[in-house]
């Protein structure tokens, strides 16, 4: 099987893949709904293989090392948030953080250095009208330059855009309100697809935190299209670290 190379474009930190990214193109060896769990870093520009097992799941490997694995799984959440799109404008507006304090500014989707058609810039704020459960919310509209063959948008991507704004709905405190900045990385994704935008397509991002136990933080996201049709849901397991170990350098 043809291996899969995670080209620097798609980079979250500067050394290693963006994690919805990753997740995504190991998931697409899976019909239907996927959980996905990241055990180390991503390397860039490398050809890594996947290799099926024998209990039905999927392996990412860079030599003999398991960088990730893949498994059927379904995919229902408790509830669904949706904002529409002038909702999630007024949001965005609110990003939680300005682009000279970003934790990775050259992230592939969350990222404010990456111009626009080179990184997904989904920026995510709080909705004030769910104040104060935190609910986060962004808009994206897919480039061209994201298409499969059939011309929708790749089925990689819509993980991508579920996942940074998990990450930061983690980060939301429900009781006081505030943000913390604690350095986060993805551990585990589960999404299912169930429709996939056309390029151009103006499409919403909703993120919520789930809850918290120890280091682990969980979070919840959805994708709607303009007219509110439900695109995509995902379930996140975040691992809070140390800056150093979020930047590769741990």
Not at 102 to 131: I, K, T
Not at 155 to 167: H, I, K, R, V, Y
Not at 221 to 227: F, R
Request: glycine share 10%; with cysteine.
């Amino acid at each position: 099987m043809a291996p899969i190379i995670i080209d620097k474009r798609y980079c979250g930190p500067p050394n290693s893949g963006n994690g919805g990214y990753v997740c995504g193109r190991l998931a697409r060896h899976i019909s239907g709904g996927a959980e996905v769990t990241l055990r180390a870093p991503t390397p860039l520009d490398t050809a890594l293989d996947t290799v099926a097992t024998d209990d039905g799941t999927w392996e990412l490997r860079d030599g003999a090392r398991v960088v990730a694995t893949a498994r059927a799984a379904s995919v229902e959440l408790a509830r669904v948030e949706s904002a529409s799109l002038p909702e999630a404008r007024a949001a965005a507006l609110l990003a939680l953080f300005e682009p000279h304090q970003h934790p990775l500014p050259h992230c592939f989707v969350c990222g404010p250095a990456r111009a626009q058609g080179d990184g997904l810039r989904v920026f995510a704020g709080r909705l004030s009208r769910h104040a104060p459960v935190p609910v986060l919310a962004a808009t994206w509209t897919p480039d061209s330059n994201l298409a499969a063959e059939d011309g929708l948008v790749a089925p990689e991507f819509l993980w991508s855009a579920l996942d940074c704004p998990t990450g930061f709905a983690c980060n939301c405190e429900p009781q006081s309100g505030g943000f913390d900045k604690t350095p986060l990385l993805l551990g585990r994704m589960s999404a299912r697809i169930e429709a996939r935008p056309r390029p151009g397509d103006a499409c919403i991002i909703t993120a919520w935190p789930t809850g918290r136990d120890g280091r682990k933080r969980t979070a919840e996201a959805a994708l709607h299209d303009e007219g509110g049709r439900l695109l995509a849901v995902a379930r996140t397991t975040w691992i809070a670290v140390d800056r150093d170990v979020q930047l590769g350098r741990g």
